[in-house]
């Protein structure tokens, strides 16, 4: 029997120790925001917060987040009470099809919660993790740069770029 | 060599509905006269006035979307234009996704199916009709309730306004359904749009933004087992042997057994599925395909080619005296090979039957083939078949096959349980089907004062249509046997082999410029490979050739691409406009030392794209820097949506233009993954620019025009910073 943390609850799973992470989530609680795209660890759809770190789920072994605070999208925030990347996402109509998206938003949480002002070249590295088939990766940094601390330079920088 | 002439504008005009890629339209209504229910529960007290709307007595407005959302923002821009009419914010409508009916059809097909960039255009008038119609039945509602002429009554954003009195439209809905409408009411003019033409949200953002939007693969149906497919690596094998022994004692797997697609294993969960399927042992039976490699395509294709022996498509004027009298004439091939969709969302599908009854949730593009195809399978009446769509993660033309439904309905029916049938991405991958690879060779001669005179364009390749005919053709007529199945599709093959070129085959080789002699021929080179359309279809590939083609002919002329392109286009007004906008935009670029820009134009679903890749070349790598997007689609209902259409076109593009590449080896595709399937990731996406120019006619296509002209301009501009030439894809450096 597994114990962790899942969004603020205390858990518990008899699955076997090898089933990943993503799956227990998904399969026993019922919390289908965090999406399988690759099962690899390649895409990124999969991504979660493990003590705060963002981790790719579809490889990860429950057994090696014994104990550990799991958080998902679902976590993060609802519709009616939206995270700030959340509302940005919606404010600059990033999704496209958004099966991603779940992933793309906890991989840019756990960037802002780490560094809440990345340069741009930290946002694309931090990001880097995440596969958009749709091509969403302009409006998701734009929406990323929104919610940073450094907006304002970023609003000042698209200006004198004119555009993008 | 059969010859079919058909002049250049009827091709145009008869393939519009193939640049969707549908051989045939047909109807899939059922041949009783009286009309299925509809597929939807509807609300008690509530007023269901057609088939997308219902209105509840909370004064909801509920907005049944006809068409798949894959990403593309259809149900945004549906539900702007009936929530114009109808005067709803359409940010305020409950949007559902529809069952199958035959009111859900999609006028440009005949049929219920989303490709083809048609929705906006085919619903454009249809839905804004139904909205206005429904408000006027309101108002008429309204007017005898409160006992005011209907004149003296505005609507706003689901009320009606009677003076200083502000009633919901819930309040009329009684006296509504009791009225019926004798002409159709008045559609706004375009003066006084409210939600067309604006950046409305997208209605479905924050679903997709809080993990609470379904997709197939979200689907939970109590007592589920899970289902996975080991799958032959060589298309279309089936198993000879199968030793499951090992797999069968492992944890939670309740069957395993053989499908028409190979051996199938059920468990409590997809997990134990997927590693128990890792350890069933199958020997497939040997297969003529063992023999092709990707050089083995390319050398039959080249072969054809050199033979010249092909179905003549459009042609015109004297091809051989237009060459001999050219100045300059020239000749190229370019390659373009065999590609995955690889949709975000693996393919997947849950079926129940029961008794006589089915029910299926999957998000598909393709509606109309579900109940025939689970009908054939179960062995009961279409009608009882149920089809509920979800969202869609990511279509560009996979989810419009439909072999995984297949596959989870026969398996559902030999266990006798609820089934959630889950590709891997591997599955995806490997199995297809696939954008075909393609050979094409084009030779052209141009004269002295610079004007395109001949135009000789042959392509060597399998074609996309049967293939995906041969999928659907169970659900037209699932009465027919299997034998009959094969028998038309094979008929279909051997009719585009011989007779007339698939249309969707060779979109876009030739169309754009205005060259008074042209033969188009193709060739039909098919290694039995699963085929379909991939977004962009034919044009995915011919852009390329036609586009980097110009740019050689340009220089060869010693003009710039862009005048070249302007004098070329003079009877193809909308594009020789995007090329003069687009070109004046390069004309003032600035761009820093080592950077080089690349143009590329192309007309496809109605649409027309100038596109300018900023390119730099460092150390044998391409990085594409920045990408501007002129268009012209008509009128934009929503130029945001418009502007993320053309942003995910080119990155689509992009990814194929830089790595997109299926290789086979002894018949079997060597690439798995994302990792030697690459996809572009953020830190190698451009910065890109959309300039939507309205040229005022109704809406023209917008999910799939963004993608063909970014491989043409990127490789122009690497030809610039580099002086090679590159005509296969991905494009690599020597």
């Known amino acids: ?39 690899a660890g390649l895409c990124g759809a999969c991504t979660m917060h493990v003590n705060g770190a963002a981790l790719k789920t579809c490889v990860t072994p429950i057994a090696a987040v014994a104990n550990k605070s799991i958080t998902t999208i679902e976590g993060l925030g609802t519709p009616e009470d939206l995270h700030p990347l959340q509302a940005a996402w919606h404010e600059h109509a990033v999704p496209q099809c958004g099966y991603c998206q779940s992933g793309q938003i906890m991989a840019a949480a756990a960037l802002l919660d780490a560094n809440p002002s990345p340069t741009a070249d930290e946002i694309d590295a931090a990001m880097a993790g995440n596969i958009c088939r749709c091509g969403c990766y302009p409006r998701i940094k734009r929406a990323i740069r929104s919610v940073s601390e450094n907006a304002l330079a970023y609003d000042a920088m698209t200006q004198t770029e004119g555009g993008s | 060599m059969n010859s079919v002439n058909v002049s250049r504008r009827r091709f145009l005009q008869s393939s519009a509905v193939a640049g969707g890629g549908m051989v045939v339209g047909f109807m899939l ?25 219902q209105v509840l007595p909370d004064n909801t407005v509920r907005f049944y979307t006809a068409r798949a959302e894959m990403g593309q923002g259809v149900t945004t821009g549906l539900s702007t234009l009936i929530g114009e009419e109808l005067d709803v914010n359409p940010l305020d409508m409950d949007i559902r996704l529809a069952g199958v009916h035959e009111e859900y059809v999609n006028p440009a097909f005949g049929m219920q199916g989303t490709g083809g960039s048609s929705s906006i255009r085919a619903h454009y008038m249809q839905l804004r009709q139904v909205g206005a ?33 502000r009633h919901p439209y819930a309040d009329f809905i009684a006296t509504a359904q009791t009225l019926s409408i004798e002409t159709d009411a008045p559609l706004k003019p375009a003066s006084e749009f409210k939600y067309i033409g604006q950046d409305t949200l997208r209605v479905d953002a924050i679903a997709k933004a809080t993990g609470t939007a379904q997709f197939g693969i979200d689907v939970d149906v109590p007592g589920m087992h899970y289902a996975v497919v080991v799958r032959p690596p060589v298309s279309r094998a089936k198993a000879q042997s199968v030793n499951f022994a090992s797999a069968m004692s492992m944890p939670g797997v309740t069957e395993i057994f053989e499908i028409s697609t190979g051996v199938s294993v059920v468990a409590e969960s997809f997990w134990q ?34 033979a010249g022996d092909g179905v003549e498509g459009p042609s015109e004027g004297d091809i051989s005296a237009a060459m001999q009298s050219a100045s300059i004439t020239h000749q190229a091939d370019y390659w373009a090979p065999l590609l995955s969709h690889s949709p975000m969302e693996p393919m997947n599908a849950v079926v129940r039957i029961e008794g006589d009854e089915a029910d299926v949730w999957t998000g598909i593009q ?47 029916k030999a266990t006798g349980k609820t089934i959630q049938l889950v590709w891997t991405r591997e599955d995806d991958v490997r199995n297809g089907p696939f954008r075909p690879a393609s050979l094409m060779r084009i030779k052209a001669g141009v004269d002295d004062a610079g004007n395109l005179t001949a135009w000789d364009a042959s392509r060597a390749g399998g074609n996309i249509s049967p293939d995906t005919f041969r999928g659907l053709l169970p659900a037209l007529f699932p009465r027919i046997g299997e034998g009959v199945v094969e028998g038309v599709a094979n008929l279909s093959e051997w009719y585009f082999e011989k007779f007339v070129a698939d249309e969707s085959s060779i979109e876009g080789l030739f169309e754009d410029y205005d060259q008074p002699n042209t033969r188009v ?9 699963p085929l379909t359309f991939w977004r962009s279809v034919g044009h995915s590939y011919t852009a390329f050739a036609k586009e980097s083609m110009i740019d050689e002919l340009a ?180």
């Not at chain 1, 114990?3 to 289908?32: C, E, H, I, Y």
């Not at chain 2, 509809?38 to 509530?46: A, H, N, Q, V």
């Not at chain 2, 021929?521 to 490979?529: K, Q, Y």
């Open chain 2, 521 to 529: 021929t193709h060739m039909t080179v098919d290694h039995e490979l």
């Open chain 1, 1 to 39: 029997m597994i114990q962790f943390m899942l969004n603020g609850q205390s858990v518990q799973t008899d699955a076997d120790v090898n089933t990943p992470l993503l799956w227990v989530v998904r399969d026993q609680f019922k919390l289908k925001g965090s999406k399988f795209g690759c099962g």
């Open chain 2, 273 to 306: 599925a997927k590693q128990a399927a890792a350890k069933i042992d199958v020997q497939w039976e040997s297969m003529p395909l063992e023999a092709v490699s990707t050089e083995t395509l390319r050398r039959d294709y080249a072969a054809a080619l050199d």
């Open chain 2, 555 to 734: 220089q060869a002329a010693g003009m710039d691409e862009v005048s070249f392109r302007l004098q070329n286009t003079q009877h193809s007004p909308r594009l020789h406009n995007v090329i003069q906008v687009a070109g004046e935009r390069m004309a003032n670029m600035s761009v820093p030392a080592g950077h080089h820009l690349g143009f590329a134009a192309h007309h496809s679903f109605r649409t027309d794209v100038a596109e300018i890749a900023e390119v730099s070349v460092a150390k044998g790598k391409i990085r594409v820097h920045k990408v501007t997007c002129v268009l012209d689609c008509g009128q934009a209902v929503n130029p945001d949506i418009v502007r993320s259409q053309m942003e995910g076109g080119v990155i689509y593009g992009l990814t194929a233009a830089l790595y997109g590449g299926l290789n086979l080896e002894d018949g079997a595709i060597k690439e798995s993954n994302f990792h030697d399937y690459p996809m572009l990731r953020m830190n190698e996406s451009p910065d890109i620019e959309v300039v939507v120019i309205d040229s005022g006619t109704k809406p023209t296509g917008v999910g799939e025009p963004g993608l063909p002209p970014i491989a043409p301009a990127v490789a122009n501009a690497v030809y610039k910073a580099t002086g090679q030439r590159l005509r296969s894809l991905p494009l690599q450096l020597a």
């Open chain 2, 133 to 165: 119609n429904t408000r006027a039945l309101i108002l008429e509602a309204a007017s005898r309730d409160l006992g005011v002429p209907a004149s003296s009554l505005i609507t706003h954003n689901g009320f009606v306004l009677n003076g200083e009195s």
């Open chain 2, 29 to 53: 209504n059922s041949c009783s006269g009286s009309p299925a229910p509809l597929p939807f529960t509807k609300t008690e007290g509530g007023w269901t006035p057609n088939a997308f709307l």
């Open chain 2, 366 to 412: 393709f509606p109309t083939a579900v109940p025939g195809l689970v009908s054939s399978v179960a062995n009961i009446p279409a009608e009882n078949v149920r089809f509920h769509q979800t969202y869609l993660g990511g279509g560009f033309g996979r989810r419009g096959t439909l072999s995984h439904v297949v596959e989870a309905a026969q398996i559902a």
